[in-house]
């Protein structure tokens, strides 16, 4: 149950290069730059809903079991099929264009997002 809760960014590295990379228009990009993501999550064993809101008020919940296939959705729209891991605590999955695992460390939930050599690294602070 570490993951659950509500979470608010603290940091964020690499995210100008991470979105540009995705082909995020540069005013999107500007508008996010100093937002702080809420994430919340529900985790119930090996099922759990992962939400996040971000700076439009857009949101997206994606509802995943620990090694089944579901179905996802980006903050893109693009919707695609994907099975998440559990891997020594850290949650684990593949996007369509990049790889992201979760995890907590220290109390804080730890974001990595990677594409190649680009990688986005966000922290949040749980509210």
Not at 75 to 84: N, W
Not at 95 to 113: D, Q
């Amino acid at each position: 149950m570490a993951f659950n809760g509500k979470w608010e960014t603290e940091s964020q590295e690499g995210y100008d290069a991470f979105c540009k990379l995705l082909g995020i228009p540069d005013d999107i990009i500007e508008k996010g730059r100093d937002y702080k993501l809420i994430t919340e999550v529900t985790e119930d064993g090996d099922n759990f809903s992962w939400t996040q809101i971000y700076p439009t008020n857009a949101k997206v919940t994606n509802k995943f079991t620990i090694g089944k296939e579901c179905d996802m959705e980006t903050i893109g729209g693009k919707k695609f099929k994907a099975t998440v891991q559990m891997e020594g605590g850290k949650l684990s999955v593949a996007f369509p264009n990049y790889h992201h695992t979760s995890e907590i460390c220290g109390g804080k939930l730890v974001e990595t997002s990677k594409a190649g050599s680009v990688v986005l690294k966000r922290t949040s602070k749980k509210l």
